[in-house]
Every structure is written in C-alpha cells, then in structure tokens.
C-alpha cells in the first residue's frame, strides 16, 4: 500500500522531462562575477561598493543560452481517462477534449458520421531535454504514459514527432526519441549530467522547462536540502533533491542545472497546498536518472532484484519495544507464496537490518538495496529473528512493474467498512486503550475477515490512547504483541505486564486490517 503526504503534488508539475546523458554532452565551466566581471558599483554618491559574494554568477544568461536549446517543450496526445478527464498522476491539469461532442446525428470536430461518438482525447503538456545528438530525450513517466502521440516543440519552433523508448514507474522516469522525417540525419543540441562534483546545499541551480505551455522559461534558486522522502511508490528508489527555484505545472521532467550548466536533477514534483509553487520543489538525481535512462535506452525497460515480501519501517519505537536497542530496518508482514524469500525460509516478523553488508535504516532503503541486484544473484541479507542476529542467502528474482505491484495491492484493500456488528463478549485492556473480544461468525461476515485469520477483534478504542492517535479502530484485528500469538485477553495482559517487567514502556502489536498485516508500537498506559 502507498502511503501520500498531504500537500505533494507527485508528477503534477505538468509533464516534466527527465535528461540523462548516457553519453558526451556540453560539458562547460561557467565563471563566477567575482574572477569574470568588475565589481558593480552604486551609481548614488556616497553609497558602498558592491560586488556579489564569490561563487554567486552575475547574470544566468549565458548558462541559459548555452543550454536552453536542449530543453523541450513534449505536446501530448492520449485517450481521456473516465476519472473526470483528467491525467493520472496531472492533478489539475485540465484536458482539451476532442472528437464527437454534439447531440446524435451531428457530425463531430473528427469528421465521424454522428453514428458512434468519437473517443475523447486529452492533450497536456511537459518538459524534457536531449541527452544524445542522435534525439533521444528524458521526461517523466506521467508526461508520456499512455501517450498516443507525442509531439516535441524545439526552442527554435520547431515541431517534430517522437516515439517512446521506454518508461519506468519506479522513479517517474521515461526516455523518448525523435522519429519525425524532417530531422532525419540531424544533429541535436544536448546536455550530460554532473555525477561527481554535486553542489551543496545552498549552492545555486537553474531550472528551465515549460510551466503551464510557456515554453523556454527559465528559474533560479539554490539547492534546500538532499534525500528527501516523498512518501509514495518513487521514493523507494528516489531520494529527491529538494529546491527552492520556483518549478510549476509543466516543469516536470525539466531538468535542473549547476552554475557550469551540467544537469544536477530533473525536476519531478512540487510541495503545494494551493497547487501553484510555493519555493519547495522536487528533482530526480542526476545519477538514478542516468542509470535509468541508460537502461531504458539499452532494453526499453528497467530491471531491478525482488524478494517478494511486504515489510514496514522498523524504527526506535518498534525496537523499545522489543528491547532491540538501537536496532533499524525492516520488518517482514506478509511473504509472497512461492517467491524468493519465501524459497529462502525468511518469516514474517523478521527484522530486515543489511543487505549484502549495506546496513538499511528503514523499508526505503532495503528496497533501494534489493533493486541493486541482477536477477539469479545472490543477495545476503542480515536479519533478526527472535532477537537472534543471522544471515540468509536469497537468490534474486525479477521486481514486476510498480503497477502489477500496486494493483496486487489494491485487489486485497477491499475497502470492508460495514454496518458495525452485534457485539461479541469483550474486555479492555486498559493499559493498551482496547476493547478486545472473540471474531464470531457475524463479525468475520461484516468486517470480511478471512477464516485463517486468528486473534482478538477490536471493539473498541479509547480516542486518547496511544493506539486511538496511531490509527487503531473497530473492526481491526490484534494478531499478536512482540511476536507471541494472543488468542485471549489474559495473553494480552500478560503479554503487557512482561513487557513492563522488562522495562519497556511499549510493545510492538500485529493487527490485522482488511486481511493484511501491519506492524505498530504502542506505548504501555501508566
């Protein structure tokens, strides 16, 4: 299940392009005003002297003219989504219909006979920018997805057709390429990225792309903060470059430079609670999204190690909980039947703390490291089991694409919310702020509890508690606490009361909710 931050807008910056120079680009070294230019003067009598402070350019322009032909506007053309005609993923990017609009009988703007409507079409509008003289250029996934015609707009005007190579829903990056007959044999303006030397936080960067269809247009800003977690399906693989030059809808798959004019990140998303830019924007490194690019190009697809489990963070409080001081990672709620950890013997329940000896300190990062390996490798993972440390050896097999993954999800998140049940025989557990009871028949009808599953049902939580602020409610399943099965409320309090003996004031429960397991620390009430 993907988890949202409120205020993202993921892949709503309209269309943005992502660049990667898989191979030679426009390698520059731009000078700063301090070696390159007099100091600037007041013109008012009596006024001091003024010079920008050193590493701060005088003017983008010549960045900007230097690079700006690589940037392109990306038109495209798809069939409209049933979900108000709008593009998955474009939150507010309205859509241009097209085809049969009038009464029956009429003929439409697409010359049918009136006979059967036309299928409506969307158009929206992007950003990207060359990475090979040859024609290939890097956006976002969610600009050309499910495009049925994409048009590239060069700084020049002109208007040219390109197809798609290939597209990857892990990091919102896709690579297209110029097929249109008027550029045969032509050579195109391009731009590589920087790996080595990357700025710091503070240093300045340059965007340009095409916010809201005004091509060409070009921001500055500086570098906020690196390794930033958006909270959704990308952020697994991404860790987002946060800047401050202004990106708006449009600007996604834009790229973002350095001073020297190298491309440091493609601009991807924005934080905005209005939708229009706030100075918190998003771009994909320059290294994921040559990675990426490189691969799209060699194989039109991306290949990444899988394990196949669901796992959560396993952060301090979980480990408080089970007295495993200091202990991060991941923690295994469900294994995939008949997949490679499930080959291997992993369990639910094992914490996840190193893959190949790379420590992992949440979910994120165990997923970025998996994704490293080639399918058929053997990956060594550092686990804990029982608060035991060991190792297991797992053999690699091939992720599924983001949307396989995501609607496996959405086939078992049955929303299961019901008129609420005649009330079995329950307790409190006043020191976990539940009322627990026995799952009976009427209750595994209207919460949709499947037979296998066992525990107590929760009939009610104190709005107060610790598990009333985490997200605990009626109709949940208590499955089991610090990794013992509970099948009364007796198990349960002496579950807590061994807990406190041991000096932990929280205790890791197993809840069950629409059939999937989720992992939460709860503090122990006085």
């Known amino acids: 299940m993907t988890a949202r931050k409120s205020g993202f807008i993921v892949g709503a910056v309209a269309g943005a392009g992502v660049a990667c120079a898989a191979l030679a680009g426009v390698g520059m070294r731009m000078g700063t005003a301090a070696a390159e230019a007099p100091a600037i003067r007041a013109s008012m009598a009596g ?24 940037v392109v506007q990306i038109n495209v053309t798809s069939k409209a989504s049933p979900q108000g005609l709008r593009i998955p993923g474009l939150e507010g990017f309205d859509i241009v219909p097209r085809g049969q609009k009038g009464k029956p009988g009429q003929q439409g703007q697409d010359g049918d006979d009136g006979d059967t409507p036309a299928t409506p ?41 390109a197809t798609l190579i290939g597209r990857d829903e892990g990091t919102d990056l896709a690579v297209i390429k110029v097929v ?24 300045w960067v340059i965007t340009i792309g095409n916010p809201f269809g005004l091509g060409g247009t070009a921001t ?41 004019g190298r491309v440091i990140g493609v601009n991807s998303a924005i934080y905005s609670p209005s939708g229009g830019s706030v100075g918190i924007g998003f771009a994909i490194p320059a290294d994921i999204a040559e990675g990426v690019a490189k691969q799209l190009i060699s194989g ?42 499930a080959k291997a013997g ?34 060594k993972l550092s686990i804990i089991r029982d608060g035991k440390p060991r190792t297991v050896d797992i053999k690699s097999g091939t992720r599924p694409a983001e949307g396989t993954l995501a609607q496996n999800d959405d086939d078992q998140d049955q929303d299961g919310a019901a008129p609420t049940p005649d009330k079995p ?41 610790d598990a009333g602020e985490k997200g605990l409610a009626k109709g949940d399943v208590l499955s089991n606490i610090n990794g013992a099965a509970v099948a009364s409320v007796a198990d349960v309090n002496a579950a807590v009361a061994n807990a406190k003996k041991a000096g932990r004031t929280s205790v890791l429960v197993k809840v069950i909710r629409q059939n999937r397991p989720v992992f939460v620390a709860l503090k122990i009430a006085p």
């Open 121 to 161: 079409k969307q158009q929206s509008a992007g950003s990207g920018f060359f990475i090979s003289a040859d024609g290939y250029i890097v956006t976002n996934n969610h600009v050309v997805a499910d495009a049925d015609d994409i048009q590239v707009v060069m700084k020049d005007g002109r208007e040219l057709k």
């Open 220 to 260: 500055a800003g500086i570098i906020s903060a690196y390794d930033r977690d958006l909270g959704d399906q990308t952020s697994s693989f991404v860790n987002y470059i946060q800047i401050d030059a202004p990106i708006n809808r449009g600007n996604s798959g834009g790229p973002s430079f350095d001073i020297y």
């Open 346 to 379: 992993l369990l639910p329940d094992d914490i996840l703390t190193a893959v190949n000896g790379v420590a992992v300190a949440n979910r994120s990062e165990l997923t970025r490291e998996v994704a490293k390996a080639r399918p058929g490798e053997t990956i």
């Open 47 to 70: 006024a001091p002297a003024f010079a920008p402070p050193p590493g701060a350019p005088m003017s983008f322009a010549d960045i900007f003219e230097k690079v700006s032909p690589a």
């Open 180 to 203: 249109d007959p008027k550029a045969k044999n032509a050579e195109f303006p391009y731009v590589n990225f920087e790996n080595q030397a990357k700025p710091r936080v503070g240093d």
């Open 300 to 341: 039109g697809k991306v290949v990444r190690g899988y394990i196949g489990v669901t796992i959560q963070d396993f952060g301090a409080d979980a480990a408080e909980a089970l007295g495993l001081k200091d202990v991060k990672g991941a923690i295994i709620s469900e294994i995939v039947a008949g997949g490679p950890a």
């Open 425 to 465: 025989a329950a307790q409190k557990v006043e020191a976990l702020g539940l009322t627990l009871g026995a799952i009976d028949p009427a209750s595994r009808q209207t919460y949709k509890i499947d037979s296998e599953i066992k525990g107590l049902l929760i009939t009610g939580v104190k709005g107060d508690s």
